[in-house]
């Protein structure tokens, strides 16, 4: 059964600072996926990661993907306030159509 | 414009009630998932549809049911049978169920009990 599991839980950094967020998942899955959402709304896609060693950036984030570990990254660069939301992982369970969510990594910034 | 639309926003269940979720997509998609959301927690998968006439149980589908006659149409019901109903849920859509593209997702209905 797959598993995803996310940490930290909650990051509070200052504005300028570097952090990662790490996504761990059991067993073996053929696509991995990166969500922001902002209090009280939906979730946004952020990167979609379908091989090993695929990175995506999009502005002050880079996602990463190695399936040898089954470890999926969210790297910050120079946080700004504007980043501030739960991110999520997901998983994709090989061969069915499902997704498996992280519990997610609230993300703080502070000036 | 394209997209998810989730009614109501909020919705509130009295004991032993059943109450209907709404969902309803413009973007052709031809699979559709119904996600619960419980505070600080990620999403659990309640039912999915890959086609039209076509629904399975996901992980938590227990007190919970679905409906899957038009293509642009997802509707949850919530039983009497749900016995701890409160959460945040989202109903999302994908291209089909194979495909890699990420699900898109409405803005939700948060239900609670009166």
């Known amino acids: 059964e797959l598993k995803v599991e996310q940490n930290p839980l909650f990051l509070s950094m200052q504005e300028g600072k570097n952090y990662t967020i790490y996504c761990n998942y059991s067993?073996?899955?053929?696509?991995l996926y990166w969500y922001r959402q902002d209090p009280g709304k939906s979730l946004e896609s952020l990167f979609v990661?379908?091989?090993?060693?695929a990175v995506k950036q999009e502005g002050r984030l880079m996602a990463s993907l190695d399936t040898k570990a089954r470890l999926s990254t969210l790297h910050i660069t120079a946080a700004v306030h504007d980043l501030s939301a739960t991110y999520f992982c997901?998983?994709?369970?090989?061969?069915?159509?499902?997704?498996?969510f992280g519990t997610g990594t609230r993300l703080q910034v502070f000036p | 414009d394209g997209g998810i639309t989730q009614s109501p926003k909020y919705l509130f269940r009295k004991e032993g009630q059943n109450v209907t979720l709404s969902c309803e997509q413009n973007?052709?998609?031809?699979?559709m998932y119904w996600y619960r959301q419980d505070p600080g927690q990620g999403l659990r998968l309640i039912y999915y549809?890959?086609?039209?006439?076509?629904?399975q149980k996901g992980d938590i589908a227990e007190g919970y049911s679905v409906s899957r006659e038009k293509k642009e149409s997802f509707p949850l019901t919530v039983t009497s049978a749900q016995k701890n109903p409160t959460a945040f849920y989202l109903c999302?859509?994908?291209?089909?169920?194979?495909?890699?593209?990420?699900?898109?997702f409405g803005d939700g209905t948060r239900l609670s009990i009166l």
């Open positions: 549809s890959q086609i039209v006439n076509d629904f």
């Open positions: 999302a859509s994908s291209r089909d169920a194979n495909s890699n593209q990420p699900q898109h």
């Open positions: 067993t073996t899955s053929d696509r």
């Open positions: 990661l379908l091989s090993n060693g």
């Open positions: 997901a998983a994709g369970s090989y061969n069915t159509d499902k997704l498996i």
């Open positions: 973007l052709n998609h031809d699979a």
